[in-house]
């Protein structure tokens, strides 16, 4: 994880964005009275919201660890 504040995020724009989407690291851009900002890839980005929404029920998250229990039995 990479914390930088606003101008340096700005100044070196292209760095931060590489090291985000090359190296798969989180950029922190701290703002002013702790408005901070997390920077992710859009693939991060769409694995948290596939987990967020694939582990909403209760159904859904009973079958998950049944999936991931035999998955780890079966190996």
Request: aromatic content about 8%; hydrophobic content about 35%; glycine content about 6%.
């Amino acid at each position: 994880m990479k914390v930088v504040n606003y101008t340096e995020f700005r100044n070196n724009l292209a760095e931060n964005l590489n090291v985000v989407n090359d190296d798969g690291d989180v950029v922190i851009v701290s703002g002013r009275k702790g408005k901070n900002v997390v920077v992710i890839s859009l693939d991060e980005y769409n694995s948290m919201k596939e987990t967020l929404y694939l582990s909403n029920t209760k159904a859904n998250r009973k079958q998950l660890d049944a999936a991931i229990g035999k998955f780890h039995y079966d190996k």
